[in-house]
Nanobody, 120 residues
Framework: QVQLVESGGGLVQPGGSLRLSCAAS????????MGWYRQAPGKQRELVAH???????EYSDSVKTRFTISRDNARNTLYLQMNSLKPEDTAVYLC??????????????WGQGTQVTVSS
């Protein structure tokens, strides 16, 4: 069973920065894509950013000029660098890994989440 463990969340003032990490229990190169989602209280889970095995990244419009997703295949770790944080970025951030196999179909794996709170 794949395990994803997030870290790096916390309380930060508006305009500040945080870097989230997601450590995987297996070789992340085996995943078709990895990504970060977030869920704020009373809101639906939304995609923040994802990155393909080949390194192509996509971002939601609300973060694309402020966040950077990256992956370190040697360390089996996914990162999310978050700059210029705003109060509306406050949410639980969850790491996701997606893979598709002809025999088993699509599979999503999730971490437990890390809380990010942006407040003065």
């Amino acid at each position: 069973q794949v395990q994803l463990v997030e870290s790096g969340g916390g309380l930060v003032q508006p305009g500040g920065s945080l870097r989230l990490s997601c450590a995987a229990s297996e070789n992340i190169f085996s995943f078709d894509t990895m990504g970060w989602y977030r869920q704020a209280p009373g809101k639906q889970r939304e995609l923040v950013a994802h990155i393909t095995r080949g390194g192509i990244a996509e971002y939601s419009d609300s973060v694309k000029t402020r966040f950077t997703i990256s992956r370190d295949n040697a360390r089996n770790t996914l990162y999310l660098q978050m700059n210029s944080l705003k109060p509306e970025d406050t949410a639980v951030y969850l790491c996701n890994a997606y893979t598709f196999h002809i025999t088993t179909g699509p599979r999503h794996y999730w971490g437990q989440g890390t809380q990010v709170t942006v407040s003065s």
